[in-house]
């Protein structure tokens, strides 16, 4: 088990940035591929990026490729997202969660701990 504490959410104007932290406690955080959905009011939570273990393999929405970075620091229990020329349909509650799988990175699938996760909003 591993605990997960999102931060770095907040209110941005249409093309802004903003970086997201997830500090993960334990002494197994290395041995997690670590991802990041998001969860906009009325719609399914959606996959946004992943990080395999090593960070040497990352994974994003099509929505997102381009514009968003996942990394992490393993020395430092922490995954980050990085979410660069934001738009009003980035509106959402944004996850990290801990698990799930490279061989299906884009699925829900094996994500078995989540944080409580932190606001994004993008304005017009």
């Known amino acids: 088990q591993v605990q997960l504490v999102e931060s770095g959410g907040g209110l941005v104007q249409a093309g802004g940035s903003l970086r997201l932290s997830c500090a993960a406690s334990g002494r197994t955080f290395s041995s997690y591929g670590m991802g990041w959905f998001r969860q906009a009011p009325g719609k399914e939570r959606t996959f946004v990026a992943r990080i395999n273990r090593s960070g040497g393999n990352t994974y994003y929405a099509d929505s997102v490729k381009g514009r968003f970075t996942i990394t992490r620091d393993n020395a430092k229990n922490t995954v980050y997202l990085q979410m660069n020329s934001l738009k009003p349909e980035d509106t959402a509650v944004y996850y990290c969660?801990?698990?799930?799988?490279?061989?299906?990175?884009?699925?829900?699938?094996?994500?078995?701990?989540w944080g409580q996760g932190t606001q994004v909003t993008v304005s017009s």
């Open positions: 969660a801990a698990g799930g799988s490279d061989s299906f990175p884009r699925s829900r699938m094996g994500y078995d701990n």
